[in-house]
């Protein structure tokens, strides 16, 4: 009995996650090809062929389903970054291509279609608590590497919290995606490898 309630738990949970997959890549789409602010919960439910009660089922809000879908946007930054962070060579070069590959990310993925930008734009100024975390999550692999230099004797003793914290403050024009589109368009604006230098530089004196 216990054994057939379970394996019903299980397909239940299944079939769930497969309708909020669903719903999301729809939602994704749809905010990308029309804009989020054109974009509600009925266009969504008309894409999916479901009724809007059926879509409320999941999420209570299209800026709850908003929500999931930048979360699931910056899962894929985390990763990249997680990655660089991990990757093969000292702390200085694995900084180092953590910048470089979220700033490529950042112009690849949030500025190059002006729709996404729109979505991003939003995230930042109504759901502040979703890129918080993220940035709670980049700084900590930030912390960790420069705690393995510090150990390493690359970087001086130092507090690799207040340091990593430090450190993300010095690239913010290189990974926010608002700053990254308005200093693109900028010639008085130092160059990203200019900038990721000397954040590297000011870790090691």
């Known amino acids: 009995m216990n054994d057939t309630l379970d394996t019903l738990a299980t397909t ?10 669903r719903i999301l890549d729809c939602a994704e789409r749809l905010f990308r090809h029309y804009g989020y602010g054109k974009t509600n919960v009925a266009d969504i439910a008309r894409e999916l062929g479901m ?7 999941f999420f209570a809000s299209k800026v709850e ?12 930054c985390y990763q990249l970054t997680y990655d660089a962070c991990h990757s093969p060579g000292t702390a200085s070069e694995r900084l180092r291509r953590y910048v470089q590959t979220h700033y490529q990310w950042t112009r690849d993925t949030m500025l190059d279609q002006e ?3 729109e979505m991003v734009v939003v995230a930042i100024e109504r759901d502040w608590h979703v890129i918080e975390k993220h ?6 692999l930030v912390e960790e590497v420069i705690r393995e230099g510090i150990a390493a004797g690359e970087f001086p003793d130092q507090d690799p919290e207040v ?6 403050a ?21 160059m990203p490898d200019e900038l990721i230098e000397f954040a590297i530089r000011a870790l090691k004196k």
């Open 170 to 190: 010095a690239i913010i024009t290189l990974c926010h995606p608002q700053m990254v589109a308005q200093c693109l368009a900028k010639k008085n604006r130092a």
């Open 12 to 21: 239940a949970d299944l079939v769930r996650q497969e309708n909020v997959a």
């Open 135 to 140: 940035i709670d999550r980049i700084r900590g």
């Open 115 to 117: 729709k996404v930008h």
């Open 65 to 76: 389903i908003h929500q999931a879908v930048c979360g699931r946007m910056l899962a894929t």
């Open 163 to 168: 340091a990593s914290r430090c450190f993300g």
């Open 51 to 57: 009724s809007t009660a059926n879509i409320y089922r």
